[in-house]
């Protein structure tokens, strides 16, 4: 166990059920995501409280206190709404909020200085999350600090087009994810050639506006050349760090998530993500994409999480459990300096086994490769055996899941 030391009891060393008095952890989204939050605080003891407007998965986790479901979690007010209710209703007075969506995340951060005065609140202020929920200003602090991205063009109208000058094929993505996911259920679109382009902007910008559709020249390769800098970040630096590479996505060419992951050792990442992090005044912790453009040799920044990412859940294999840093950090024990081991694998089966029989079937992925790829697995992300009923769930909610957010 991580040996923690409180600055107000310099006697207490470890942080055991118990330790942390009444406070516990509000986990916001109960996917696979927030069941890794869930058993990392829940098998040490401390208090978990799952909130979420889907059937989710842990909500049966043993080691979820108390699963309380709700309408909706996708508009502003009715996350502030429902954080109030539940709080009034089952006394969470100073429990640490832990929100799983880009949705949640901006909600938090906007109404930070009010929902402090109830909880614990690790998401920064707003001035510094829209650096990460708006990936136009992602990308425009990115090229001000010398920070590789792709070729990125954000128009105001339609007939800026012409002004595009792109060779080889383009991604159309929207600039802020949750206006353009829930009603497409995709990451992004490809455009090949002129007139693929013109038709797919103009579907985007029906759906979100032209101004926060986002053409992003396309760097070759697939989730194989996706790299990430994980980190507990803090007074400008990062306490906790991970590096991990996509070797799987779903789907395999714009991947919503990772299906199978493994850390690797990557120390080029950090320098350009911490400069990143600190520009923003950045607490708290947070996954940073990078893709590897094969014709420069450049890792090029994608995209900045500002939460949990869906892998999180490989940290305690690898020596880095990152829930559990924020929420000592939250209730002010002094957090040692971390860093993942190298060569811890991760998958998520669920996604991923369908995922490879596409691949296999377009003569992408060889079967004796992927069945090989799976001796080396040390986490899985849903199934175990200490806990094994989301797993049992998770399989009874499949067809809802591939329905409702395609998984």
């Known amino acids: 166990m991580i040996q923690l030391r409180s600055p107000r009891r310099k006697q207490q060393g470890t942080l055991l059920a118990g330790g942390c008095g009444q406070a516990g952890a509000i986990v916001i989204g109960g996917d696979y ?50 954080l109030n209710a539940v709080r009034r209703a089952h006394g969470l007075q100073g429990w640490v909020l832990f929100p799983t969506r880009e949705e949640t995340v901006a909600a938090l951060a906007r109404n930070r200085s009010f929902l402090a ?117 803090k007074h400008g630096e990062a306490v906790a760090s991970m590096t991990a590479r996509r070797r799987r996505q779903h789907p395999s060419d714009f991947g919503r998530a990772s299906t199978y992951v493994e850390t690797v050792e990557l120390a080029s990442l950090e320098e350009p993500s911490v400069r990143f992090l600190r520009a923003i005044g950045y607490y708290g912790l947070v996954e940073v994409e990078y893709k590897l453009d094969p014709r420069d040799g450049e890792y090029k920044l994608l995209d900045v999480n500002a939460r949990t990412w869906g892998y999180h859940s490989v940290g305690p294999a690898a020596g880095v459990d990152f829930p559990y840093l924020l929420f000592c950090d939250q209730l002010g024990y002094e957090i040692p300096r971390a860093h993942g081991r190298p060569g811890v694998r991760w998958i998520r089966l669920a996604t991923d086994v369908p995922n ?9 992925l060889r079967p004796r490769d992927y069945l090989t790829s799976l001796r080396g697995v040390d986490t899985e992300a849903v199934f175990s055996m200490c806990d094994p009923l989301p797993g049992m769930y998770e399989l009874v909610l499949l067809p809802y899941l591939f329905f409702k957010r395609g998984l």
């Open 33 to 82: 995501q927030g069941l890794g939050i869930v058993r990392s605080l829940g098998r040490r003891g401390i208090p978990v409280c799952v909130i979420d407007d889907e059937a989710s998965i842990a909500r049966v986790s043993r080691f979820s206190k108390r699963a309380i479901r709700v309408p909706s979690l996708r508009d502003e007010p009715s996350t502030l709404d429902t």
């Open 117 to 233: 005065q109830s909880f614990r609140v690790p998401t920064p202020g707003w001035d510094t999350i829209r650096h990460a929920w708006d990936k136009r200003e992602t990308y425009r602090l990115a090229r001000e600090l010398g920070i590789p991205t792709p070729g990125t063009w954000s128009l105001r109208e339609e007939g800026e087009l012409r002004n595009v000058e792109v060779r080889g094929p383009v991604v159309i993505k929207p600039a802020i994810k949750e206006h353009f996911f829930y009603v497409t259920r995709a990451k992004a679109w490809r455009a090949d050639t002129e007139s693929d382009l013109r038709r797919i902007f103009r579907q985007a910008s029906s759906i979100v506006g032209v101004e926060e559709v986002i053409i992003q020249e396309l760097i070759p390769g697939d989730g194989h050349q996706q790299y990430s800098y994980c980190a507990f970040f």
């Open 356 to 364: 490879a029989v596409v691949d296999m079937r377009a003569r992408r």
